[in-house]
T-cell receptor, first 114, second 115 residues
């Protein structure tokens, strides 16, 4: 089925471990985004990408790394997880180039860092 | 400093009545606004949007009003239904930029519609 999928849906890890959250979309959308959702903060942008090999920092990028070697994939890596990175992570994509438009979100990845 | 604010964390409404969700923004460069709806364990889904050239946009039971001078928008749901119970996020963007689809979200409002 076409759409945007995230994996894993649930992950428990320990402080200091490396974790990668995967995001895959089948629409060939140019733009992809990673947000985190925290109580009281809503959705905050971590990183975004306009195309393969083009990425940029969002509002809360510290402690995260992204890559985009292929248009359809946009993995998010926590190089050394901390408890403050316990959150629900949402990947989103958009096919609109340079103008305002809606984002399409995945179902989220709930990460717990012990 | 939050650029998009939803000051009501929750709202409870009786089925059939009107639900009004509010949103304020501080960045005067924002010119495109969206509302997203989110159910538990699901991703947010787009509900309705409005451009700053309009002051109202309607889609079925959902209407969004924009007051640019007050930097305020609101979402009206009439009549409210139990299935509308969800978290509602207000979002904004600067449309005439390279990343016009980079959205800034508010903290969300939990709507509960009682039957």
């Amino acid at each position: 089925d076409a759409g945007i999928t995230q994996s894993p849906r649930y992950k428990i890890t320990e402080t200091g471990r490396q974790v990668t959250l995967m995001c895959h979309q089948t629409w060939s959308h140019s733009y992809m985004f990673w947000y985190r959702q925290d109580l009281g903060h809503g959705l905050r942008l971590i990183y975004y990408s306009a195309a393969a090999d083009i990425t940029d920092k969002g509002e809360v990028p510290d402690g995260y790394v992204v890559s985009r070697s292929k248009t359809e994939n946009f993995p998010l890596t926590l190089e050394s997880a901390t408890r403050s990175q316990t959150s629900v992570y949402f990947c989103a994509s958009s096919g609109v180039a340079g103008v305002a438009g809606e984002l399409f979100f995945g179902e989220g990845s709930r990460l717990t860092v012990l | 400093d939050q650029q998009v604010k939803q000051n009501s964390p929750s709202l409870s409404v009786q089925e059939g009545r009107i639900s009004i969700l509010n949103c304020d923004y501080t960045n005067s460069m924002f010119d495109y606004f969206l509302w997203y709806k989110k159910y538990p364990a699901e991703g947010p889904t787009f509900l309705i949007s409005i451009s700053s050239i309009k002051d109202k946009n309607e889609d079925g039971r959902f209407t969004v009003f924009l007051n640019k001078s007050a930097k305020h928008l609101s979402l009206h749901i009439v009549p409210s239904q139990p299935g509308d119970s969800a978290v509602y996020f207000c979002a904004a963007s600067e449309s005439n930029t390279e990343y016009g689809n980079k959205l800034v979200f508010g903290a969300g409002t939990i709507l509960r519609v009682k039957s």
